[in-house]
């Protein structure tokens, strides 16, 4: 369900934060949630230019298709010239994605880089999927 102000409201929620540029995910991204989310995160994708950053801390994975959200996410971002940045990810979310190896291909932002500020790298360039990731 989507509000007026462009907000899906259910057990995962997106906020924008900057149109085309910014956004916080809250909830929980699972098999019921995904495809609201996805919608609402490709129109954000398709809306800016630059990176798009994610804010994760208030964001729990409860199956492979939250992960797939963001992997697919990162692919869209890529193909268009993009790069997904994710800040403020929770332990729990670093866990996890150490665990699935995404850490070698998400670009992420740790909080006190989030929170002081963030500045747009200009000579980064994020990291090939690994074959293995794409599995």
Partial sequence: MTSAAGVWRGP????IDSPGRE????????????PEVRAALQR????GEGD???HLADTEISDATGL????GL???ARRSGRRLVI????ERLERLFRLTKLHLVLTRLDTASALSG???????????IPPSVMR
């Fill in 74 to 76: 990162h692919q869209r």
């Fill in 52 to 54: 798009l950053v994610l």
């Fill in 118 to 128: 963030y500045q747009r790298p200009t000579a980064i360039v994020p990291p090939p």
């Fill in 23 to 34: 956004a916080t995910v809250r909830g929980v991204l699972g098999v019921r949630t995904v």
């Fill in 68 to 71: 797939g959200v963001l992997v």
């Fill in 87 to 90: 800040a403020e990810a929770s």
């Fill in 12 to 15: 995962a929620e997106v906020f």
């Fill in 44 to 47: 954000l994708l398709a809306a």
